[in-house]
Nanobody, 123 residues
């Protein structure tokens, strides 16, 4: 499965961005997730949409501001990010895998990764 993430850019605090991740294969059988890596920090989980009808999971930092969604017909997953903060600045990666429910947030459970798209939140 090849994944291509796009939609990153520069935005002011409080702004909105929608990232997209297009896949080369059928996504309906995969849990799809977004992770991010800020400069000097480890990669961290952001949000996931499970393959069993799309149950969603969010990091505490994303709850109430980010929304993950998927269009299985287009083999594409999205994350809409609202009320962006400077601390959301990072490279965002999409990933596909089949983790157990309890391991949804673990990056080692995802076998396919996109190349990353950079998000900068700054005034």
């Amino acid at each position: 499965v090849q994944l291509q993430a796009f939609g990153g850019g520069s935005v002011q605090p409080g702004g909105t961005l929608r990232l997209s991740c297009a896949a080369s294969a059928r996504l309906s059988t995969y849990t799809m997730a977004w992770f991010r890596q800020a400069p000097g920090k480890e990669r961290e989980f952001v949000a996931a949409s499970r393959q069993n009808g799309g149950t969603t999971t969010y990091a505490d930092s994303a709850k109430g501001r980010f929304t993950i969604s998927r269009d299985n017909a287009k083999n594409t997953v999205y994350v809409e990010m609202n009320s962006l903060r400077p601390e959301d600045t990072a490279v965002y990666y999409c990933a596909a895998g089949r983790p157990a429910l309890s391991a949804t947030t673990y990056e080692t459970m995802y076998h396919y990764w996109g190349q990353g798209t950079e998000v900068t939140v700054s005034s």
